[in-house]
């Protein structure tokens, strides 16, 4: 059974850099050929797909948040992190993490993942 953990800041300032990690177990991420993807929902609103990163590392980004956003894999630890740069109040959401057998660019539906994190609650406010 595949599990997914986020974790970081629950607070962030505005224009600092929001980090935040993914921790899979249950699965390799290069072996277990899945995909894991980024998607955050800001308050009474739909999700929102961030960027999804492959079991061999190739990074696919949502048009809107490209130019702020880095998602990396990190083997050793089994973990998927995102960084996401000079966060304002409307970057205040739950941030998921969700794994795929397939790649789906700009996938949200719940039933177009196997998996799902509990999500993590993040709020940017000075």
């Known amino acids: 059974q595949v599990q997914l953990q986020e974790s970081g800041p629950g607070l962030v300032k505005p224009s600092q850099t929001l980090s935040l990690t993914c921790t899979v177990s249950?699965?390799?991420?290069?072996?277990?050929?899945?995909?894991w993807a980024w998607i955050r929902q800001p308050p009474g609103k739909g999700l929102e797909w961030m960027g999804v990163?492959?079991?061999?590392?190739?990074?696919y980004y949502s048009p809107s948040l490209k130019i702020r956003t880095s998602i990396a894999r990190d083997t050793s630890k089994n973990q998927i992190t995102l960084q996401l740069l000079s966060v304002t109040p409307e970057d205040t959401d739950v941030y998921y993490c969700?794994?795929?057998?397939?790649?789906?660019?700009?996938?949200?539906?719940?039933?177009?993942?196997?998996?799902w994190g509990q999500g993590t609650q993040v709020t940017v406010s000075s």
């Open positions: 969700a794994a795929s057998k397939r790649l789906i660019v700009g996938a949200t539906a719940k039933d177009q993942y196997d998996y």
């Open positions: 249950g699965a390799s991420l290069p072996a277990g050929f899945y995909y």
């Open positions: 990163i492959s079991y061999s590392g190739s990074t």
